[in-house]
């Protein structure tokens, strides 16, 4: 049996190594060659691979998912009917995305758009000094991402709120969730961090109604999907103020196409998809263990609900 990888060409051959590493008796077969159907076992598969062309695997048990995220993996047509799929839970993800949010919290919290502008014209001039106890720090989404981010914030002295599906209580968090947590969280926040899941209840969460529950001149810092954007509404809000910036990691569509207001955008910090980047040889040993597991008929682990979506 086999396990078909299918990801961007220029990491393919780091993930072959670091799934052989763990395991030398895998037999990996890299997209499009992958041989004789019946023998696929497993699929480990980034944004780009097409569901239909996994029904073509009849004997498949277990789909990955490169990443965190699945939002891939549920466009139409789906994962094919009856195969579980896995996503990536990961320490050094994390700890990447997590240095990502500090960067641009911290970015806004200290003035450094401003300080940037200043240097540019030579100007020695002391801002007031920023009140981190008083800097409300609102996470949409208290995963493995989210919650991570806000302890890291927590720990710095920002109070940290935090909005999810389910209630959820988390130490120092001032928690929310469902439709009217949310508004209230976004009247308390400063700085909204969006690190949920794409779904169909999250496509569009920071549009015109959220940004407009938030208090003038506060943030929005998105890392998690670029459908969680309303684009059109986020440049009205920086460009009437309402908004002092914005940094995004993510967009609709990707790559960011040239003629984007975003890429110029004096009050855009913009990076592209690299908040976090899953790293090969940190995230196999959960993959091959999963692959065993399918193929053992043991409990899989970071399984993905299809109910929730993610
Ligand atoms: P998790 O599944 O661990 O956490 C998701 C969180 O979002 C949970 O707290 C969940 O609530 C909450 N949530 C889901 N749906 C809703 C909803 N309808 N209303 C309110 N809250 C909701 O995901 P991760 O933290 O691991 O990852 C989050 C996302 O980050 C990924 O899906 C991916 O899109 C993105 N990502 C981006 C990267 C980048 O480089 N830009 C890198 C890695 C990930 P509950 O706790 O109740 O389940």
Redesign the pocket.
């Known amino acids: 049996m086999a396990v078909l990888l299918s990801t961007k060409a220029h990491t393919m051959q780091d993930w072959k190594a670091a799934l052989l590493a763990v395991d030398p008796s895998l037999e990996i077969r890299l997209f499009p060659d992958a041989g004789e159907p019946a023998e696929i076992e497993a699929a480990v598969v980034w944004t780009a691979h097409d569901m239909m062309e996994l029904r073509r695997y009849p004997n498949l048990r277990l789909i990955v998912s490169m ?5 891939h993996l549920f466009r139409p047509p789906g994962p094919p009917p009856g195969v579980p799929v896995a ?1 990536l ?1 990961d320490t050094r ?2 700890q ?2 997590t240095e ?1 949010v500090l960067l641009n919290v911290l970015r806004f919290h200290r003035q450094d758009p401003e300080y940037r502008a200043q240097q540019a014209e030579k100007v020695w001039y002391e801002l007031p000094a920023p009140e981190t106890s008083a800097r409300h720090v609102g996470i ?8 991570d981010a806000a302890r890291a914030l927590r720990a710095l002295g920002f109070p940290v709120l935090g ?4 209630p ?1 209580a988390m130490d120092g968090v001032e928690t929310f ?2 439709a009217e947590g ?1 508004m209230a969280m976004a009247a308390k926040a400063d700085i909204l961090v969006c ?5 169909p ?2 496509r569009g969460v920071l549009d015109a109604r959220l940004i407009g529950a938030m208090k003038p001149g506060s943030y929005v810092i998105n ?3 670029g459908g969680h954007m309303v684009a059109t509404d986020v440049l009205a809000a920086l460009d009437s103020g309402h908004l002092a910036g914005a940094a995004l ?2 967009f609709e569509p990707e790559p960011l196409p040239a003629e984007s207001p975003f890429w110029a955008h004096p009050k855009v910090i913009l990076t592209p ?5 899953t790293i090969p040889s940190s995230a196999a040993p959960q993959v091959v263990e999963n692959i065993h597991r399918a193929r053992d008929g043991r409990p899989l682990v970071n399984l993905v609900d299809f109910s ?1 979506g ?1």
């Not at 990443?67 to 939002?71: E, L, S, Y």
């Not at 690190?195 to 779904?199: E, W």
């Open positions: 990443g965190a995220g699945v939002d996503r839970v993800l994390t990447g995305m990502w949409l989404g208290l995963g493995e991402l989210g919650s909005w999810s599906r389910r959820k969730h469902g949310l690190l949920l899941p794409l779904t209840d999250t890392a998690a999907r990691d993510v998809h690299a908040a976090s980047i929730a993610y």
